[in-house]
């Protein structure tokens, strides 16, 4: 075919076949065809190699090659660089051949997010003398459970654990990790995450999977608990998250699920850059409000020292114990274990009693997972007020009396205060 001065192919006309119909230049785009002495002429610089002219003429007078099209290049399936990850893995805390509550909790978390993916539930689980704690790592939801049993291990130190957590992750390659947000859980999580060369997201409240691309959806407060963040991480595997005890739901122990156990090799680090001198048991000091399956949590506006004798019977009457908001702590009426929220504990007792608790977002994070809660305030439009299963809306010197006569009259053993 001839091209023009820019190179480009264009259409030619055949003068002995032409007619003269003029029909190619009624559909010539660019009006590079005209009629000299009743034939058509192509201006080979106007033309753009479209081809209209070659599809219109009636008698094949042009001469035009359109050009063939190439090939789609047929694209492999792309392989995902994750594909060898497999798994939720939950890293059980164990102590004095205990578990921790905390990572029953996420193993039924665990279970949930691994029905959508179709995928495993395992249990990572290093330790000394743990076989007990394997086994009821099975009954609360496990499929598997890698267990490295070494008395290297008896006591806590993040160097031994993080090589060992850091060598269970390396041979079994789980898509997601879930690790309680205790004091030990906080300190191991960074020093496994950062070997592994992962991200970590710390204290979520919610998790969640995005189905379409299998990313773990993290949820936790931030900007200093004002806003609700959904973070995930695309390019690095494990998807590694702490929670907070009490946040997810206890599971069930069913002690006659089957599961499999499995003895990982360890080798302890050689040189270590801390060792345990002495190890002094923590002494027993008040109630735990993370256990207390009531609670009457006093806020700001009930911080009055001399009405909390009044607050503690209310608590003993309902077989519970008495916590407060961080104002409170932070006036220095109450110890900071009886703080309640995102820098306090997280609780979940069977009811929540909130008393002049306004209902700030830092504290709601930390109770969120009460079964029952009644608000006492006199500010019907208070947060605490708004989510509430039954709300008392009223001066508290006035309503807690009442309540606690009236639970005195109820039940008799306990009337005019005794028992």
């Known amino acids: 075919?001839?091209?023009?001065?820019?190179?480009?192919?264009?259409?030619?006309?055949?003068?002995?076949?032409?007619?003269?119909?003029?029909?190619?230049?009624?559909?010539?785009?660019?009006?590079?065809?005209?009629?000299?002495?009743?034939?058509?002429?192509?201006?080979?610089?106007?033309?753009?190699?479209?081809?209209?002219?070659?599809?219109?003429?009636?008698?094949?007078?042009?001469?035009?090659?359109?050009?063939?099209?190439?090939?789609?290049?047929?694209?492999?399936?792309?392989?995902?660089?994750?594909?060898?990850?497999?798994?939720?893995?939950?890293?059980?805390?164990?102590?004095?051949?205990?578990?921790?509550?905390?990572?029953?909790?996420?193993?039924?978390?665990?279970?949930?997010?691994?029905?959508?993916l179709e995928t495993q539930v395992f249990g990572f689980l290093p330790g000394s003398g743990v076989s007990e704690v394997a086994k009821d790592a099975i009954a609360y939801g496990c499929d598997v459970v890698y267990v490295i049993d070494s008395p290297s291990l008896k006591t806590y130190l993040t160097q031994v654990y993080a090589k060992a957590m850091v060598t269970i992750c390396e041979q079994v390659k789980p898509e997601i990790l879930l690790m309680g947000a205790t004091p030990l859980?906080?300190?191991?999580?960074?020093?496994?995450?950062?070997?592994?060369?992962?991200?970590?997201?710390?204290?979520?409240?919610?998790?969640?999977?995005?189905?379409?691309?299998?990313?773990?959806?993290?949820?936790?407060?931030?900007?200093?608990?004002?806003?609700?963040?959904?973070?995930?991480?695309?390019?690095?595997?494990?998807?590694?998250?702490?929670?907070?005890?009490?946040?997810?739901?206890?599971?069930?122990?069913?002690?006659?699920?089957?599961?499999?156990?499995?003895?990982?090799?360890?080798?302890?680090?050689?040189?270590?850059?801390?060792?345990?001198?002495?190890?002094?048991?923590?002494v027993a000091g008040g109630e735990d409000i993370a256990k207390a399956p009531t609670l009457v949590v006093v806020g700001k506006g009930a911080c009055n020292v001399g009405n909390f004798p009044m607050f503690e019977e209310l608590a003993r009457l309902l077989g519970g114990t008495f916590a407060c908001t961080r104002p409170v702590v932070e006036e220095g009426a109450l110890p900071y274990m009886?703080?309640?929220?995102?820098?306090?504990?997280?609780?979940?007792?069977?009811?929540?009693?909130?008393?002049?608790?306004?209902?700030?977002?830092?504290?709601?994070v930390g109770m969120q997972g009460s079964e029952k809660i009644i608000a006492i305030n006199n500010d019907r439009r208070a947060p605490m007020v708004q989510i509430a299963d039954y709300a008392l809306v009223g001066d508290y010197v006035e309503i807690v009396p009442k309540l606690i006569e009236g639970l005195k009259a109820r039940i008799p053993s306990i009337k005019g205060g005794g028992g």
């Open 1 to 116: 075919m001839p091209k023009n001065s820019k190179g480009r192919e264009v259409a030619q006309i055949i003068p002995s076949k032409c007619m003269g119909c003029q029909v190619c230049a009624g559909v010539c785009p660019v009006y590079a065809i005209d009629m000299v002495e009743g034939v058509a002429r192509i201006d080979p610089e106007t033309c753009v190699g479209c081809g209209k002219c070659f599809d219109a003429c009636p008698v094949g007078a042009i001469l035009f090659e359109k050009p063939r099209k190439k090939k789609a290049e047929v694209k492999k399936e792309e392989i995902s660089p994750f594909a060898d990850y497999k798994g939720v893995a939950v890293f059980i805390e164990a102590c004095d051949g205990v578990g921790a509550e905390v990572s029953w909790e996420l193993i039924g978390k665990g279970r949930e997010l691994a029905d959508k």
């Open 185 to 282: 859980g906080r300190d191991l999580s960074s020093a496994v995450a950062t070997p592994l060369g992962t991200g970590l997201t710390a204290d979520c409240t919610g998790l969640d999977i995005d189905m379409k691309d299998r990313l773990l959806l993290m949820t936790r407060p931030t900007f200093g608990g004002n806003i609700m963040a959904t973070i995930f991480c695309r390019d690095h595997r494990p998807q590694m998250s702490t929670v907070r005890p009490r946040v997810m739901k206890m599971p069930l122990k069913d002690n006659s699920r089957k599961g499999e156990i499995r003895h990982l090799e360890f080798e302890a680090p050689k040189e270590l850059s801390a060792r345990v001198i002495e190890f002094t048991p923590k």
């Open 338 to 364: 009886r703080q309640v929220g995102q820098t306090g504990k997280t609780v979940a007792p069977k009811i929540y009693i909130g008393i002049a608790v306004s209902g700030a977002v830092q504290h709601l």
